[in-house]
DNA sequence: TATTGTTTTCTTACACCGCAAGAGATGTCA
DNA sequence: TGACATCTCTTGCGGTGTAAGAAAACAATA
């Protein structure tokens, strides 16, 4: 009675695994993620992941990284103009691709960042800056701002609740608003006042800019 | 044989639970927080929870909800002065706030903050900023994006990673900076230049206020 | 080809988790 | 006392991450 074990080679890959956790997320949410469904994902039982991936911790690492890997070209286009637009068309592209992946949204914002991948596109970002002329110290405080708030804004925007993907789409949360409790929040609801996520980031994300570039011109 | 089941009443309450949870995850790491260990924490056995809050989602939910509430006095002291300023000491405290849970920190920013403290904090906002002159809309960005950032922000300070509360003291993280792949970075690093998280907060800060103050000024 | 050794896959097992269902003790009130 | 609502516990199920190790698939060598 052979017990009939280990099927022939897949052509596994720790790249593989990862992407395919990254395609499973994107599809399933981050709470559906398991070793036991990706693996079945892949064709493979699910213990077999750990001789690619050593725990699932590791595992949502690898998929920051992987992520940023995979964004980096999107994210710093080659530079053209001043400093402030070059951040501006990276906060712009990291909300899309934040928005694109919203379960990776909340593994992005919980795990600390000092990864590769993260430390290279930051590295990339100071560089940028200096060569248009902001000193060290600036450059690194417009990157935290902006990148602070473009994790911020798009959580709020978009925040999935792990273990909640999907359950509640709540088109109409706001909807079922006391205006007697609530009559500010009311009556911006009423009047569709300050709905538009995207107006207010771009809104933000001048002010910003804007603010830090004054402070450095005002210094020069 | 009695089976001895149903101890004498403990006089749980629901608040009392969800203070209790708050306590642990301050301590334990919001990874550690199960039904079962917070019920021993309460002298009970953790089905007896479930008596008291619906599931672990509400769990969370209501511990948002309650710090929101604990807190509120705190975020929005007497209004007093410019509008930039009551926003401002509101930024502080609330980062002040966070830091001092930091497994709530994550749990704040991944659920959707549509609950009523949550709301009446952003209602009492819009107020106190309306009562200075700012018009509705621009008191909504300007609420959203000071939340925005100072979660951002606080969470790439402070982030935790779940599962991973406490596993990592990982002191100098950075001091292992290769200089030849991040010469940049590496240098910052060398020269101490832009490590002072708060420093940086009260930077950012300060120009996202001046920045909003002065549109509003122009446009008025 | 036969044998050895490495790489890959699978099986089994364990402790833990959230939670559904329901039994039974505790306390309250007529 | 009895009836009733409130509270706590027990049991059980399917799921999770992962430790340990057996066994099949392949590569290389004798």
Redesign the interface.
């Known amino acids: 009675m052979p017990s009939r074990r280990a099927r022939p080679r897949t052509g596994l890959t720790r790249e593989k695994v990862i992407d395919a956790a990254l395609a499973f997320v994107d599809e399933h949410g981050l709470a559906a993620l398991s070793n036991r469904k990706l693996g079945a994902a892949l064709g493979v039982e699910g213990m077999t992941l750990y001789y690619y991936v050593p725990s699932?911790?590791a595992m949502l690492d690898g998929m920051v990284e992987r992520l940023l890997e995979l964004s980096a070209g999107d994210l710093f286009a080659e530079p053209a103009g001043q400093w402030t637009d070059v951040v501006r068309e990276f906060a712009v592209a990291l909300r899309r691709m934040l928005l694109d992946h919203p379960a990776m949204l909340?593994v992005l914002?919980?795990?600390?960042?000092?990864t590769p991948a993260a430390?290279?596109l930051?590295?990339r970002g100071?560089?940028v800056l200096?060569e248009d002329g902001v000193p060290?110290?600036d450059?690194?405080?417009v990157l935290?701002?902006v990148?602070?708030?473009?994790?911020?804004?798009t959580?709020?925007e978009a925040?999935?609740?792990?273990?909640?993907e999907g359950t509640e789409p709540?088109p109409g949360?706001?909807s079922t608003?006391d205006p007697a409790?609530?009559?500010?929040?009311a009556?911006?609801l009423g009047?569709g006042?300050?709905l538009d996520a995207e107006a207010?980031f771009h809104?933000?994300l001048h002010?910003?800019l804007?603010?830090?570039a004054a402070?450095l011109d005002g210094a020069r």
């Open positions: 699932k911790a909340t914002a919980t795990r600390p960042a000092a430390l290279a930051l590295e100071i560089t200096r060290l110290g450059a690194l405080d935290n701002a990148v602070s708030f473009t994790l911020g804004h959580l709020a925040g999935e609740t792990p273990g909640h709540d949360q706001f608003l409790t609530y009559p500010q929040l009556e911006a009047t006042t300050g207010r809104r933000t002010i910003l804007a603010g830090f402070e």
